[in-house]
């Protein structure tokens, strides 16, 4: 062997090798030494339930699309849609996805005319009635629905309160709402609970409105 060459065991494939020096060269070749390294774990299949009741619910009947499945498992959506295809549930149509968007947006209507608010929504509604202002509350715009709306000035405010809106998924759902709503115009103000009294958050939203013509 040529003068400065060492031979050695490749530690991992236990290939005989000879390289020049520094002599503590571990591995035949920059593959076995990235073979060797650990990796942390990747999402992968394995982590999607083989549950055809649950995806059946969660994609056809609930209507979740790819990518909220993938967020609720942390995985990749191509690989929900390899999941899916598996357990045979059959990809949504247009016809479908139509319908679906269309419950939803029906059920937005109806959450806004039951008016089931929270105490602190009430708190906060009854505070600007008696100071002149009259939003809508529960205000359904799509599939959504604004805590307290004003719709003639595209103006509205969350009111996050509760442990709800703490989980993961909740503030995911929060965050997707307030992109889809500022894509159409809107200006969303969260105003959370946690951090304010009901009487707070009536003068955050009446500081706000101060300039705009709202009677």
């Known amino acids: 062997m040529p003068s400065g060459f060492r031979e050695r065991a490749c530690e991992r494939c236990g290939k005989m090798f000879g390289k020049r020096m520094p002599a503590d060269q571990r591995f035949c070749s920059n593959v076995c030494a ?13 982590r999607v339930p083989r549950d055809y009741a649950l995806l059946h619910r969660l994609y056809l009947v609930e ?3 790819g990518p909220t499945i993938a967020r609720m498992f942390g995985v990749a959506p191509i690989t929900v849609r390899r999941v899916l ?7 949504r ?9 269309a419950s939803r947006v029906t059920r937005a209507e109806t959450t806004q005319r039951q008016q089931r608010l ?13 100071h002149g202002y009259h939003p809508i509350a529960l205000y359904a715009l799509g ?18 309160n509760g442990g709800w809106h703490r989980t993961s998924r909740k503030r995911e759902q929060d965050i997707a709402k307030c992109n889809r709503l500022t894509a159409q115009g809107w200006t969303i103000i969260d105003l959370n609970h946690q951090r304010m009294s009901s009487a707070d958050a009536a003068t955050q939203i009446m500081s706000t409105l101060q300039e705009l013509p709202i009677t």
């Open 143 to 160: 599939a959504y629905n604004v805590d307290i709306a004003f719709p003639e000035h595209y103006l509205g405010f969350e009111i996050t």
């Open 93 to 101: 149509s247009i016809g479908q996805s139509n319908r679906t968007m």
């Open 118 to 130: 929270s105490l602190h929504e009430r708190e906060v509604l009854s505070i600007l009635e008696a």
């Open 63 to 65: 209507g979740k699309g």
């Open 85 to 91: 295809a598996e357990l045979g549930i059959e990809r």
């Open 34 to 46: 990235s073979r060797a390294r650990p990796h942390p774990r990747r999402p992968n299949r394995q």
